[in-house]
């Protein structure tokens, strides 16, 4: 097979997994009321259930920093994908409290695996394909996320229970997920003067902490948005329930479509640019959505939201990966990859209740300019995201390389 069949596929089937991920995840997170009611899970009990999917998903992304350096990455994620589906459908299959509770266990120790898997994949792949192409598989991540929201709600529009709803997802999604798996492509050995080593060395973490910082404050935003748009719409703006419900899709429609296109801005502008401009958009949106006179001009923020926050993770997890490479070795990106992803969890864990609290305490409104000054943040670090030619997130652009995407050769 020629090189540019292997990445050809290989870019195609990890496409497709972040797409299959972004289906999954949406049917979990958007059936919650459905799942509360099915297994009788109290409101004081319900927080404590979800907090432990992104804590074990934690503890699984560090597992997974140390199990890739003895089993490749593609290995790991081929096998934790179908955990993951056949988790959701035992969230869907049970009747007792145990029951959902050894599932979401599931779903969060396979996720963790998963999440990391994937992204030290899309590093990897980047770096051989030589230009940015992770806003593309973030893409797919989001396009997944629209069409499983849509199937959940169709679920619920015809009163299906989760089981019923969750097993054609599972049916068509599984084996397509595992044929896919055999074209996944590993990072490849180092080149001259590299070395092969695992693993971050000395300061590795403090040279890290402003991306984990970064990936962090850019969850707490998102989290903000899947959280509390609806209520915010409703509640401080006066919406109808129903208009309530169409912030958080064009949120989604907004991502997909900035990261279907940001892999140009990266190429052409360099990846610091890119996230400098989206963070000034998102912090925008935010400032939109506090002093909003209606929901109209509230959905408008949302919106802002959407093209600001798409173009942070997959760039920062682009700069973890080229960080480490040039700082420790080839061998060091999946490590910083795997750490940079606990800090995914750790926004979405901080981000709901910090909204939430500041909410109750004081405003809503107030609490919208909470998320707006730690996306901030990301400007005081924006260096880390790369040098000018950093167009795709590693330390330079290969002025030659196959474009897996139509097939061809790029000059």
């Given at each position: 097979?020629?090189?540019?069949?292997?990445?050809?596929r290989?870019?195609?089937?990890l496409?497709?997994?972040?797409?299959v991920?972004?289906?999954?995840?949406?049917?979990?997170?958007?059936?919650i009321?459905?799942i509360?009611?099915?297994?009788g899970?109290?409101?004081?009990?319900?927080?404590?259930?979800?907090?432990?999917?992104?804590?074990?998903?934690?503890?699984?992304?560090?597992?997974?920093?140390h199990?890739?350096?003895?089993?490749?990455?593609?290995?790991?994620?081929?096998?934790?994908?179908?955990?993951?589906?056949?988790?959701?459908l035992?969230?869907?299959?049970?009747?007792?409290l145990?029951?959902?509770?050894?599932?979401?266990?599931?779903?969060?120790l396979s996720?963790?695996?998963?999440?990391?898997?994937?992204n030290?994949?899309?590093?990897?792949?980047?770096?051989?394909?030589?230009?940015?192409?992770?806003?593309?598989?973030?893409?797919?991540?989001?396009?997944?996320?629209?069409?499983?929201?849509?199937?959940?709600?169709?679920?619920?529009?015809?009163?299906?229970?989760?089981?019923?709803?969750?097993?054609?997802?599972?049916?068509?999604?599984?084996?397509?997920?595992?044929?896919?798996?055999?074209f996944?492509?590993?990072?490849?050995?180092?080149?001259?003067?590299?070395?092969?080593?695992?693993?971050?060395?000395?300061?590795?973490?403090g040279?890290?902490?402003?991306?984990?910082?970064?990936?962090?404050?850019?969850?707490?935003?998102?989290?903000?948005?899947?959280?509390?748009?609806?209520?915010?719409?409703?509640?401080?703006?006066?919406?109808?329930?129903?208009?309530?419900?169409?912030?958080?899709?064009?949120?989604?429609?907004?991502?997909?479509?900035?990261?279907?296109?940001?892999?140009?801005?990266?190429?052409?502008?360099?990846?610091?640019?890119?996230?400098?401009?989206?963070?000034?958009?998102?912090?925008?949106?935010?400032?939109?959505?506090?002093a909003?006179?209606?929901?109209?001009?509230?959905?408008?923020?949302?919106?802002?939201?959407?093209?600001?926050?798409c173009?942070?993770?997959?760039?920062?997890?682009?700069?973890?990966?080229?960080?480490?490479?040039?700082k420790?070795?080839?061998?060091?990106?999946d490590?910083?990859?795997a750490?940079?992803?606990?800090?995914?969890y750790v926004?979405?864990?901080?981000?709901?209740?910090?909204?939430?609290?500041i909410?109750?305490?004081?405003?809503?409104?107030?609490?919208m300019?909470?998320?707006?000054?730690?996306?901030?943040?990301?400007?005081?670090?924006?260096?880390?995201?790369?040098?000018?030619?950093?167009?795709?997130?590693?330390?330079?652009e290969?002025?030659?390389?196959?474009?897996?995407?139509?097939?061809g050769?790029?000059?």
């Open positions: 097979m020629t090189d540019d069949v292997r990445l050809r290989g870019r195609l089937s496409g497709f997994s972040f797409f991920q972004g289906v999954t995840f949406a049917l979990l997170v958007t059936r009321p459905a509360q009611n099915q297994y899970i109290s409101d004081g009990l319900l927080p404590a259930f979800l907090a432990a999917v992104p804590i074990l998903a934690g503890a699984a992304s560090v597992a997974t920093e199990l890739v350096k003895r089993v490749a990455p593609s290995l790991v994620l081929r096998w934790a994908q179908p955990l993951v589906l056949l988790a959701l035992g969230v869907g299959a049970g009747g007792q145990w029951h959902v509770a050894l599932a979401l266990g599931a779903f969060g996720v963790g695996a998963l999440d990391a898997s994937m030290m994949l899309g590093v990897s792949l980047q770096r051989t394909y030589g230009r940015s192409i992770m806003l593309g598989f973030h893409a797919s991540y989001s396009l997944g996320g629209i069409v499983g929201a849509s199937a959940a709600w169709a679920g619920a529009h015809w009163h299906l229970g989760l089981f019923t709803s969750y097993l054609p997802a599972v049916v068509l999604l599984l084996p397509a997920a595992l044929a896919g798996s055999r996944y492509v590993d990072q490849r050995g180092p080149g001259p003067g590299e070395e092969a080593g695992k693993g971050l060395g000395p300061g590795g973490f040279l890290l902490l402003p991306l984990c910082l970064v990936m962090a404050c850019a969850y707490i935003g998102d989290s903000t948005v899947s959280n509390w748009s609806a209520k915010y719409l409703q509640a401080v703006l006066g919406s109808s329930e129903q208009l309530a419900t169409v912030p958080y899709n064009v949120y989604m429609v907004t991502t997909l479509l900035g990261r279907a296109v940001g892999d140009l801005g990266v190429r052409r502008f360099g990846p610091v640019a890119v996230v400098r401009a989206g963070t000034v958009v998102a912090a925008g949106g935010f400032a939109v959505v506090a909003a006179p209606g929901a109209w001009a509230g959905m408008l923020g949302f919106t802002l939201l959407g093209i600001g926050l173009v942070i993770v997959p760039q920062t997890f682009a700069a973890a990966g080229r960080l480490a490479v040039e420790f070795g080839p061998g060091a990106s490590t910083a990859v750490r940079l992803n606990v800090f995914n926004g979405f864990l901080v981000g709901s209740p910090l909204v939430g609290g909410g109750d305490a004081w405003s809503y409104r107030g609490a300019l909470v998320p707006m000054v730690l996306v901030l943040v990301t400007l005081f670090y924006a260096r880390s995201f790369g040098v000018g030619g950093a167009r795709y997130g590693v330390g330079h290969r002025p030659r390389v196959v474009d897996v995407g139509r097939g050769n790029e000059v």
